[in-house]
């Protein structure tokens, strides 16, 4: 029982010790209880950034606004497309004109995408995104399976 009362004493001066150095702000501590997190994230968020969490955006409809000339993430377009950040986006994989993404090229981008909502938007909110991937990934050279649902 000693052992445990002099690990748990090293874990909350630990803790203390790691906000007191770092001292990230409090939504981003993954040491604080998720309701204090989103209590302080709500609370500094503008009402633009609220409503901008609540958008999803189709990739095969922002393409031409948040890419560059490759097909590749581009900073300055995602800076002025969604400026207040953004809640989702649909569909990654499409790319008219390239013939859309394999599911490698998708993931590629989609961590171009998320590196720049983590790291170059005011609060660091990471987006979401989601597929259509009912009969497997929707995706150039990606495997597809027949389902129920598609055979009727």
Avoid at 1 to 13: C, Q, T
Avoid at 29 to 46: G, H, K, S, Y
Wanted: contains cysteine.
């Amino acid at each position: 029982m000693k052992r445990i009362s002099i690990f748990l004493g090293f874990l909350v001066s630990a803790t203390a010790s790691f906000s007191q150095k770092n001292s990230p702000l409090p939504y981003k501590n993954p040491m604080l209880p998720m309701e204090v997190r989103i209590a302080d994230l709500f609370q500094r968020m503008t009402l633009e950034e609220k409503v901008a969490q609540l958008q999803c955006h189709w990739e095969t409809f922002a393409w031409g606004t948040v890419v560059n000339d490759k097909g590749e993430a581009d900073y300055d377009k995602w800076a002025k497309f969604a400026p207040h950040g953004l809640g989702q986006l649909a569909r990654p994989n499409e790319l008219p004109g390239f013939g859309g993404r394999s599911p490698y090229e998708t993931a590629f981008y989609a961590n171009q995408v998320q590196k720049y909502f983590v790291e170059k938007t005011r609060l660091g909110i990471p987006i979401m995104f989601h597929e259509e991937s009912l009969h497997g990934n929707q995706a150039k050279d990606a495997t597809n399976f027949p389902t129920h649902l598609a055979l009727g």
